[in-house]
């Protein structure tokens, strides 16, 4: 029989490690005056800061957390201790070609960036084959189903972003797909911070707050509506800006303004 111990995961200490290097670079590139607000959003340098938070610092540390809870939030033990080391590697090696790509954008260097996505993509589907089987053999707990929806959020990131890396290596590929790839900015955006980050935080808070205050887990209805609307609001305001780019219908727009209003009452109940 496992003992609690060999169920966590032995490498998070190395992915926050990784992780605040990551944050560093970020804030050096800030303070150097490489990025916004000293050059524009869509500056190449800014890009890459972006996602050396994003990535580099966010989802590398809450997949670290969720390494590290998941076993806590299901009482089931990760499948394999070595893939989360594996996801470092890749993961790492994936957002360094990326870097590179944003930073030579306009040269030879710039088609690092669509391969570069990819082993993130990759990273992303080798943690998630190491996270989903306990958290599947979990889905009666709100917090498993809340982490569910939000690693699924997190793939539609990553799809989402390899998108914009070949358009901008590409540009007969930008010009033929130029309001899609607008509107799926948006839902990028939405996937990573409304159905990433804030589900996936919801959800562990669920199981980990009761165990801090020795209180019941059981949220009752209240926590039922706190993931129905945000689940919701998610997957409307992913679809909303894709619909509205495809049939340019006042009533997607609607339908976005819906969405985040979901999002705004499930946060509320939270």
Wanted: proline letters at 6%; aromatic letters at 6%; charged letters at 5%.
């Amino acid at each position: 029989m496992n003992t609690f111990g060999d169920r966590l995961s032995r490498h998070t200490p190395a992915l926050f490690a990784c992780a605040l290097v990551n944050l560093l670079l970020a804030e050096l590139m800030i303070a150097a005056g490489l990025t916004w607000p000293s050059r524009s959003l869509a500056a190449a340098p800014t890009l890459a800061a972006t996602h050396l938070v994003t990535l580099g610092w966010l989802t590398l540390l809450m997949l670290g957390a969720l390494f590290q809870f998941v076993p806590v939030i299901t009482n089931r033990p990760l499948p394999s201790q070595r893939l989360v080391l594996a996801v470092l590697i890749v993961f790492e090696t994936g957002l360094g070609l990326m870097l590179a790509g944003f930073l030579g954008i306009a040269g030879p260097a710039g088609t690092l960036l669509p391969p570069g996505g990819a082993l993130v993509l990759v990273a992303i589907l080798l943690a998630l084959a190491d996270l989903l089987p306990p958290l599947w053999g979990a889905a009666h707990s709100l917090s498993a189903r809340c982490v569910l929806v939000g690693s699924g959020a997190l793939l539609l990131t990553a799809a989402l972003g390899i998108c914009f890396a070949l358009a901008l290596r590409v540009p007969a590929l930008a010009a033929h797909a130029g309001a899609l790839l607008g509107s799926a900015l948006s839902a990028h955006l939405l996937a990573g911070l409304a159905g990433w980050l804030t589900l996936t935080a919801i959800g562990v808070s669920y199981k980990l707050m009761p165990m801090f205050l020795l209180a019941p887990e059981d949220r009752g209805v209240l926590g039922e509506l706190v993931f129905a609307a945000t689940s919701a609001g998610f997957l409307l305001g992913v679809a909303a800006p894709i619909g509205y780019a495809l049939q340019r219908s006042p009533a997607w727009l609607l339908l976005q303004t819906a969405a985040l209003a979901l999002i705004g009452v499930g946060i509320a109940l939270y």
